[in-house]
């Protein structure tokens, strides 16, 4: 049995579907959840789902996947923009990362332009709604080849 893929979300992303609909869509966490699932098992890989609105416990998810996962997808949320300790639990993973974002941040405030997270990561898939972590999953799946 191949390892998860990790799928990891930060801060206010539990809100998803009441928050912000207009710029992050109606689909609930829930729904991104069972995208994501099905993606994964259409390639015979399964999902580790997670949310979290703490910098720390991501990062102690991020660690685990170092070890328990093939793969890590990971929309930062607003940390991404704003954590060194994140960035340097992602560069102590050897398997791929796939950073994810619901939005386009490039096309939203200068300060969601940059996040640290990209300086870590293999690729990066944003703008598509919940069909980012769908994306995202599937970009994971053919980086250790399960496409
Ligand atoms: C986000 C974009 C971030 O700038 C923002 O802070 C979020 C969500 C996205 O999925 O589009 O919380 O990561």
Known sequence: MSKPIYVLSGPNLNLLGQREPEIYGRDTLDDVRARCER????????????????????????????????????????YGHTSVALLDALKTLAIPIVE????NPAAREDFRRHTY?????????SGFGAASYELAVAAAAG???AA
């Open 39 to 78: 993606t994964a098992d259409a390639r015979g890989l399964s999902v580790v789902f997670r949310q979290s609105n703490h910098e720390g416990e991501l990062i102690d998810w991020v660690q685990e996947a170092r070890t328990e996962g093939c793969a890590l997808v990971l929309n930062p949320a607003g």
């Open 100 to 103: 994810c974002h619901l939005s």
């Open 117 to 125: 997270v990209s300086l870590a990561a293999t690729g990066v898939v």
């Open 143 to 145: 980086l250790v080849g």
